[in-house]
């Protein structure tokens, strides 16, 4: 069981700085601790203050002993917090002083269970801090990119700068305040966490969806060997700005090609972003959210072009019809049609 000698006090608004002088009631104290050390019964003594900006300060001398009779010996004995605090009587509101003797209902030592709680704590916290930071640290590149790939390039300028804008207003409401209580804290990591996982299982799902619609798999755009050898001599060249195709003039341009021939497009990226271009299958659908080439669908190569990257595709369709292209980056606005004659 512990005892604790609980003092109390006010100092004087005015008189605060007094109180930390050299010579001051909290040197006094501090000294005080030194030789309550040698005192038989003691274990500890802990000086706290209130936080508040203004007014008196409340001040609460608190001296820990292992039983009863130290403590009783303590206070009939000086010197002692009582006598201290008799010497620095002018700093003091009148009245202010309050002393209590209390007995700890619970002590670490007096609970068995307490003792494996607290080495749980001191083992998980050092591992769980860099855990839930490193967990963070994914969870923001994987759900931001995810994000990212999923808007549109205006959209995620946009939504980078507010998101700068963000950490730097948490960052200067932190800096800006003497302390900020652990609940404000633990509410923005929850905020930001939540609409980070949000934003990016949102964008997945979108992803998916895509998908979904294009489930159809994509017939093959048959090489056509026979048909190869000529193709456009003369060649179509296409440039990929941002965010759009252009053909000789046209935006989103509908290109006249020969059916069984073997075409090739050469392509340009003129804009910033990056592009590529992916023809639908003979379905008419894309089978793939982002083509490679070689695969069946007809896709650029290189299949990302860099900004000023030079490529090309090549693709055949064997019958007539209109089949339309993409920039898997910019599906939305970046699109065009292969006319087949
Ligand atoms: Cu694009």
Redesign the pocket.
Known sequence: MEYIQTVLIQIRATMTDEASRPQGLLAALDEHRSFLEQHPGFQDMRVTRSINAEGNVLLVIETHWSDDHSLVEYETREPNVMSIINRHQEIIVADSLQVLDMEALRTAAGRPADAAAEATERLALPLLIPLGILAFSLLVIYGLSRIYLEVS?EVATGLAAGIALGILFVAWYIASRPSVPGWQIASIAVLATALLAGGAIFAVVEDDEGEALEETPAATASPDDGAAADGAPGGLAVS?G???FEFEGETGPTIAVAAGEETTIDLTND?L????MHIAGTDNEFGVNICKSGEEEPCSDPDL?QSGDTGSITFSFDEPGAFIF??????A??TGTIEVQ
């Open positions: 390039n990929m941002d965010n759009f804009g972003a990056i592009h590529n072009f993409r920039c898997d980056f910019h599906p606005e970046m």
